[in-house]
């Protein structure tokens, strides 16, 4: 396979029963591969002979076989290729697009045709987090130049790229004001953000002691009631640490966000502006920077719209920003996610890395500020490539096109009777609301019927409404053609009628203060220049397609070309989440089917599929223990333990669960499982205080717990609940059946063993699944079948709220559910069992010229991944040629990268271990050959270790300078020009033709020349 091949490019399509193809799936080996196993039957049975094994099955001989499911499961079959596109493609038709006005939580805009190219570029979207830079100047550039267009916009000097959606970034924001103020816990909250989003907030700040208080809008103008500000008293005022406001607000006003912003100013709160950054293109709204005196302290937002059509909700791209500059620097390392900064390589070539990373959970473990590992990154590369195509000019235009059109409707307005502008002010430039006598719903279901959906009655968004008025708020944009102006404008003359008079003599105009004064200067390049721009960054990069990936933990399996077809099929892809509930039967089913697969997979009662990441499932997974838990009138269970090995997100979120001070380490025994004589004495120590445990299973060394079933029946005595980090899902889907394992929560991280793409760090997402005793207090909504087999949705009645404004990131739904079809019930057991074989067989290659960790068990069985290491003679034989024991293993990964492959996961869950997880992908050549590399790499350890100190070798930069990067923050440049970008030395698909020897005599070679030794 090619690396990077264009699939936007292709021409031949290929005819189905009902669809077309842009591509032809034969030309991709791994595409029509059954189940997506590139290994043969017979490359199988070599792999399980040279394990010493006859059948898939023995590969689970040491796990209890009574938590194992009988097979075959009881879900459906797998089905052919075209039968699934044929499928999927029909439950896409389920959904009815209309002439659409719904924009609200999530606007939408025309996408640049730059951003389909992008997405099709595979060594961008399906590549890892840029942990190893030397090998990712690609991702990291695409995430440099949205950091850099956002910071332009807004004027905000650091911008993180990319949190979960808006009102996760506000959270996050409210979060890091509270730690920086030094204040309360007390936040005042503008009623006129989306109702949403406020309970979000609500959800995620429970038993976290952060209190909201809010301040009213008010009916006449639509705004925060500015007079109530002066009601405050003293002590208020003292306690509050934020305030949190919207511009432009869910009523489609503008806010007084001078007025607001020195108010905070005045008063010590620090201000939290929730933006949208379409609107900050040329001659549109004034930047945060310049809101007040001194501009707003942080900045959340969302940008989903920048980068693709609305999904359904998701995924989206969370916006979050603070300031950086002489005056204001001590926020930034208070803040949540990833950064990207300018730096230099060895040579002193210029290139970019991740810097901020001491903050992350992965390092800071509880301590760390938020539990967000996996972000939106793939969202925030294709926003990036959308600002570029339309430059701050597009932007603009497109706004200007939207407020065209919005006053054509408020002009036709102006001579009907019964409706008219419910705000006389300050309106938004792209969103119009009406106040009429009219029932809201004869209206949008009139409209409807005409096939126009009218908008959203937003009636409930403010307190003394007359009963008999209805508010409705249409939204506008650049999709909206004259006929779509004109379609709307009839169907408001047949429901009122007509009058001569005209009824409004309201100022339309935005004030000059609320508008931008001086340019933003993001010049808009061409399709050509972005095209050839984009394709080579992405030569930078390498994807699971061109080989094995073995970054342990993180699970680098093929990506199907078929599920990123089929969530861009525009039944799913175009629906708006909040348009009527008959015309979003496709995404229902969807969200229904996958429910219940679901359901089948784990063994559990009930699913949710709202959580954006692992690290949300795991959230959502503590929150209902303690739903559970308080609905039982317990509230003294705040102690969770969890496995030191266990992934930092699993401490960093029970912290932000409200239990900074409640988690309890359990040690590991010399096997690297849980040590049950530790486990019994903590038991019996915090039994009635116990909220629960959490356990990676297979854990991080890749080794089944054998004792888990032990210990989840202990906590269930004492009372407590069972998470289970479900990560490692790979080794056990439809194997284990987690029900009679004991679990109580348990998250499957869809970009992982749902084929999920990673994008350079995100999307990811994740399913939770539930025993029957959470089952009532799961968040979102559930979607239910009825009997005529249309879907809808109810709220489980003890639900514990929402983490997401919208239904999740649905695309990646979309995504896993078109998978499973592919697999059904043979497909899913095997998938695991492929992927636990070809690691036990790259183990069994492997253990005998390098030491493993656990270093006790080097005979038990692996499941999915293991960690290799050095014996002490080896890094002690490396110190001595220079290279700190500490800084050998992380040097070693960069030798991966010059054979050709991405580097293993260095150091986790072990300082000095090389995580490594083939998954089913590979043919068992591939997987030799990766062998034969890591041979190499130990003969150079041992006979060449100086190698070490220049590696890599062949990447398009040498090792980077990260120390000095984090030292000295450049966070934003000016996009006048595209950043330069380095060339690869060799290339990964070069060096995959290579011969592994020659390899290795090259980087010999090139390490002496580099080195200046003879
Ligand atoms: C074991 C484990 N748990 C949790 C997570 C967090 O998942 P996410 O990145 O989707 O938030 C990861 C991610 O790598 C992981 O490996």
Redesign the pocket.
């Known amino acids: 396979m090619e690396s990077g091949k264009v699939l936007a490019n292709r021409v031949g399509k290929i005819s189905l029963k009902s669809v077309n193809l842009p591509f032809d799936p034969s030309e991709f080996p791994r595409e029509k591969s059954r189940h997506y196993i590139s290994a043969t039957e017979e490359d199988l049975k070599d792999m399980l002979s040279e394990i010493g094994l006859g059948e898939l099955s023995q590969l689970f001989g040491h796990i209890d076989p009574n938590l194992l499911f009988p097979h075959p499961l009881s879900l459906p079959e797998e089905e052919s290729y075209f039968e699934v596109a044929d499928k999927i493609s029909e439950i896409s038709n389920l959904s009815n697009l209309k002439v659409s006005f719904i924009g609200d939580q999530l606007p939408v805009w025309k996408t640049p045709p730059i951003v389909d190219f992008v997405s099709n570029l595979r060594n961008l979207s399906t590549s890892y987090t840029p942990y190893q830079p030397e090998r990712s100047q690609g991702t990291l550039v695409t995430h440099w130049i949205y950091q850099c267009a956002i910071s332009h916009l807004t004027g905000f000097e650091a911008i993180n790229t990319s949190l979960y959606d808006r009102s996760f970034a506000i959270y996050e924001a409210i979060t890091c004001a509270i730690r920086t103020s030094r204040k309360s816990s007390r936040i005042l909250l503008a009623s006129s953000l989306f109702p949403q989003e406020i309970e979000v907030l609500k959800t995620l700040s429970r038993e976290t002691g952060i209190r909201f208080d809010f301040l009213d809008s008010n009916l006449d103008t639509g705004r925060c009631d500015y007079n109530l500000l002066s009601s405050f008293t003293i002590e208020d005022l003292k306690q509050y640490s934020a305030f949190v406001f919207p511009q432009v607000n869910s009523l489609g006003v503008l806010e007084d966000v001078d007025l607001l912003t020195n108010f905070c100013e005045d008063n010590q709160i620090r201000s939290i502006a929730c933006i949208d950054p379409f609107l900050l293109g040329e001659g549109g709204l004034k930047p945060p920077v310049e809101f007040g005196r001194s501009g707003a302290d942080f900045i959340a937002g969302d940008a989903q719209h920048l980068a693709i059509p609305p999904n359904f909700g998701g995924p989206g791209l969370g916006i979050f920003g603070c300031r950086h500059n002489n005056e204001k620097k001590s926020d930034l390392r208070n803040t949540p996610g990833r950064y990207i900064g300018q730096a230099k390589d060895m040579k002193g070539r210029d290139c970019h890395v991740m810097v901020l990373s001491t903050r992350e959970q992965h390092i800071r473990k509880e301590k760390a500020t938020s539990n ?3 972000n939106q990154a793939f969202l925030a590369t294709l926003a990036g490539a959308s600002i570029l195509s339309q430059g701050s000019k597009g932007l603009g235009e497109a706004v200007e096109i939207a407020n065209r059109n919005q006053q054509k409707v408020i002009d036709a307005i102006d001579l009907l009777e019964g409706i008219e502008p419910a705000f006389t002010e300050n309106n938004s430039p792209t969103e119009l609301t009406i106040r009429t006598n009219k029932s809201s719903s004869v209206l949008l279901h009139n409209a409807r019927s005409a096939g126009i959906h009218f908008g959203i009655d937003i009636s409930e968004r403010i307190k003394g409404l007359d009963s008999s008025e209805t508010l409705i708020k249409i939204s506008f944009s650049n999709l909206h053609s004259e006929e779509c102006i004109d379609s709307l404008i009839s169907f408001l003359e047949s429901e009122f009628p007509s009058t001569t008079s005209g009824n409004s003599n309201a100022k339309f105009q935005i004030e000059e203060r609320y508008l931008r004064k001086q340019s933003v200067g993001i010049p808009a390049y061409t399709d050509e220049e972005l095209t050839e721009y984009y394709g080579k960054l992405a030569e930078l990069n390498v994807s699971p397609d061109d080989g094995c990936y073995p970054l342990g ?2 699970t680098m399996k093929y990506n199907p070309l078929l599920n990123d077809w089929a969530a861009g099929l525009k039944g799913f892809a175009e629906v708006h989440p909040q348009a009527p509930v008959e015309d979003i039967q496709g995404p229902l089913k969807v969200l229904y089917e996958i429910q219940e697969w679901f359901k089948g997979i784990t063994g559990l009662s009930g699913i949710t599929t709202q959580p954006v ?4 499932g ?1 959230l959502v997974g503590i929150k209902l223990f303690q739903a559970y838990h308080r609905s039982k009138g317990d509230y003294d269970r705040k102690f969770i333990l969890i496995p030191r090995s266990a ?1 930092g ?2 401490f960093a979120t029970a912290a932000m669960a409200g239990y900074p001070d409640g988690i309890v380490y359990l040690e590991a025994n010399e096997q690297g499982k849980i040590d049950l004589h530790d486990f019994t004495k903590k038991i019996s120590k915090y039994g009635d205080q116990l909220c629960g445990v959490m356990i ?1 299973n297979p854990n ?1 060394s890749g080794i089944f717990e054998t004792d888990f079933k032990k210990i989840a029946d202990a906590v269930h005595q004492a009372g407590g609940l069972v998470y289970m ?1 479900g ?2 899902m790979n080794a056990i889907a439809g194997i284990v059946n987690l029900s009679e394992l004991g679990v109580d929560a348990v998250h499957n ?1 869809l ?1 992982k063993t749902w084929t999920i793409p990673h994008g350079g760090g995100g999307p ?1 997402d ?1 399913i939770v699944a539930v025993s029957e005793k959470l089952v009532d207090f799961l968040p979102g909504k559930q979607i239910i079948k009825l009997h005529d087999g249309t879907y809808d949705f109810e709220i489980p009645t003890h639900s514990i709220g929402s983490f997401h404004r919208n239904w999740g990131n649905f695309g990646h739904k979309v995504r896993a559910y078109t998978y499973l079809l592919r697999l059904g019930q043979k497909g899913i057991p095997r998938m695991s069992s492929v992927a636990v074989l070809s690691a036990r067989y790259l183990f069994e290659k492997l253990k005998d010229r390098y030491h493993t960790l656990s270093t006790k068990v080097s005979d038990s069985p692996r499941m999915h991944e293991f960690i290799l290491t050095l014996s002490e003679e080896d890094f002690s034989n490396l110190e001595n040629h220079g290279i700190p024991k500490n800084q050998a293993i992380p040097q070693i990964g960069k030798l991966f990268l010059d054979f050709g492959f991405h580097a293993p996961t260095v150091a986790f869950p072990e300082i000095f271990g090389l995580m490594i997880e083939p998954t089913e992908s590979y043919t068992k050549k591939e997987l030799d050959r990766f062998v034969e590399a890591v041979l190499a790499i130990k003969d150079i350890i041992e006979d060449a270790p100086f190698v070490l100190k220049s590696a890599p070798h062949f990447t398009p930069i040498a090792r980077v300078d990260e120390v000095s990067a984090n030292r000295n923050l450049r966070l934003h440049e000016p996009l006048d020009r595209l950043p330069p970008l380095p060339h690869n030395r060799i290339s990964p698909s070069e060096l995959m033709r290579l011969d592994v020897d020659e390899i290795k005599s090259r980087i010999i070679q090139l390490a002496k020349d580099t080195q200046g030794l003879v």
């Open positions: 967000v590992c996996s933990s993180c990441a692992g690290a949300q795991e992934h997100t699993n990676t991080t980090d990560a490692n991280n970009h990811g994740a």
